[in-house]
Every structure is written in structure tokens, then in C-alpha cells.
């Protein structure tokens, strides 16, 4: 099957899960927030993500946080879920109630912690493929994983006609672009700084981005693509240069995304291990927010 540029959309968030001070899910907050991002641009979502914080969430509340999120933003804006976990049972489980619970396409990363060699990732991901009729994005992150989907690998998955897709956090430029021209898969940058080098080298198979600083400033981030379409380069770099203060605040700082964007954000606490971001953190990255809102309107 050959898939289309953007199976999903170009300017994707990650979104971050609401809770309520006592550390519910948020479901109303939920709904409020993802119909803004759409609002300012965002073409798809993706949800229980590891912003979404996906390790701490229940099956349940994945669930429940996919069907509020899909009531309110509608069928006509695609719903990317998160179902990765380092278990393949758990993960083929959690691929079935998410298609049950209306998603357009599952988020599948490498399985982690156990660091299972290349034939067993690529069995694994077959799997959840196998599992469901909903299309896979595969996510390549191996600073978190420990394991990489190697260039060959993604070679072979993606004669799978529902493997469709790839969040490259893989930080190879070298082996994405090889990728891109050996075969139909979209690749959409995982890691803000790779947002538009990505995007420039990968012609028709540079799908646009899965991005958390998207929660906190969506349109700008899309306004970085729009620029790169319209053949403005320049404007493109210009305006990326723009976002690079908050997002390395957001990204690089030490601090976890879902932490720093919930530091923007009326999202309620984020759940242990996760710690709040402190005070002089949070000062910095609202300095940082003011400064782009600034240069952008």
C-alpha cells in the first residue's frame, strides 16, 4: 500500500492528559483543550503519548480520555493513539479498545527496557499491525526505548500495508533520509529542533511533526511548515528560529515535556514519579512564551 504524504495530518500535537487537583483525569479540561489546539491549527492528535503520560494513566483512562477527546473535536480531525508498552500482549490489547474507543491510528514505540534485538522488534510491531484495522505510526525513540528501530528494519515493516507511518526521535538524519527514499512511510519529526531539517530533506515522505510544544504554541510551529510550502524558506528558517527558545526551555532543560508544557498550562498536576516544574523553571518558561508570542503576532 502506498501511503499517502501526511496519513494523519502535518502539524500533529502530542497532547498532554488534564487531571483535576486531586489527580483525576480531566476529561472536561480535555475536551476544552484539544478543541483549541485544533482551533489554532493543529490537523490531528495524538493522545496517551508519553506527554499524555501513558505510564501512569490506566487502561481505562485511555480510554476514556480517547472518547471525550473524539466527542469533542469531531470525526473529521484524526485521533493517533498511544499504545506502547513494553509488553506485546499488553500492547495488541490496548491497540483493540483503542479502535473500539474510535481511534484513526495507534502510536506503537519500541518495546523498552528489555532491549529485544531487531527480530523481535519487528515481530512485535507486526503484531499490533496484525491486530487491528487501524494504520500504525511506529516510534522510533531510542534514548528512551534503549533499543532502535534500525533503517533496515524499517525497511521490511514497511511492506505492511498498515504500517504507514514513523515518529523519528531517532536523531539520524543520515538513516531517516534513507528511509524516506526507499519507501512509502511518512515521517513526521518527534524532536522540535528536527521539525524543519526534517521536513526540507524528506520531499513528499516528510509528513510534518508530533510535537509537545505544539500544546503551548500550535500555530506557531505550523506557521515554520506553512512558510516551507509556500516556498518561503527563508521566512520557514526565520520563524524556526523564533521557537527555539521555548522549546529548548520545554525540551532540553532537564525537565520532561508533559512537566514544562503543564508549567504553561491550566492542566493540573502531573502524576509521580513526575515532579512539578519549580518556580524559577516556570518563570523562565513563561519569559520564554511571552517573548515568541511577541515576535509572531
Known amino acids: 500500500m502506498t501511503a499517502p504524504a501526511a496519513p494523519f495530518g502535518r502539524a500533529l500535537c502530542a497532547m498532554i492528559t488534564p487531571f483535576t487537583a486531586s489527580g483525576a483525569l480531566h476529561q472536561d479540561a480535555a475536551r476544552k483543550h484539544a478543541a483549541s489546539l485544533v482551533a489554532d491549527g493543529c490537523d490531528g492528535l495524538v493522545l496517551s503519548g508519553t506527554t499524555g503520560e501513558s505510564p501512569t494513566t490506566t487502561d481505562a483512562e485511555k480510554s476514556a480520555l480517547l472518547r471525550a477527546v473524539r466527542a469533542s473535536v469531531g470525526d473529521g480531525v484524526p485521533i493517533v493513539a498511544g499504545v506502547g508498552s513494553s509488553d506485546t500482549r499488553h500492547t495488541v490489547a490496548l491497540a483493540q479498545q483503542a479502535e473500539q474507543a474510535g481511534a484513526d491510528g495507534l502510536l506503537v514505540v519500541t518495546p523498552y527496557y528489555s532491549r529485544p534485538p531487531q527480530a523481535a522488534v519487528e515481530a512485535h510491531f507486526r503484531r499490533v499491525a496484525d491486530a487491528t484495522g ?16 534500525e533503517p533496515e528494519t524499517l525497511l521490511r515493516l514497511a511492506e505492511h500495508p498498515r504500517i504507514v507511518a514513523v515518529k523519528d526521535c531517532a536523531y539520524d538524519l543520515l538513516g531517516s533520509t534513507k528511509v524516506i527514499g526507499a519507501t512509502s512511510l511518512a515521517y513526521y519529526s518527534g524532536c522540535e529542533e528536527l521539525n524543519l531539517p526534517l521536513y526540507a530533506v524528506g520531499a513528499a515522505g516528510a509528513a510534518g511533526y508530533v510535537s509537545t510544544v505544539a500544546n503551548v504554541v500550535p500555530r506557531q510551529l505550523r506557521a515554520v511548515l506553512d512558510a516551507f510550502d509556500a516556498g518561503d524558506t527563508a521566512e520557514a528558517a526565520r520563524l524556526n528560529r523564533l521557537t527555539v527558545p521555548l522549546a529548548e526551555l520545554m525540551m532540553a532543560s532537564g525537565l520532561p515535556g508533559t512537566v514544562t508544557a503543564k508549567a504553561l498550562l491550566d492542566a493540573g498536576p502531573v502524576r509521580e514519579p513526575l515532579q512539578p516544574a519549580g518556580r524559577e523553571a516556570a518563570d523562565g518558561l513563561r519569559r520564554a512564551y511571552e517573548e515568541l508570542l511577541a515576535a509572531t503576532s
Do not use: F
Open 134 to 149: 487501524l494504520p500504525l505510526m511506529l516510534y522510533d525513540i531510542p534514548g528512551r526505548t534503549g533499543t532502535r528501530i
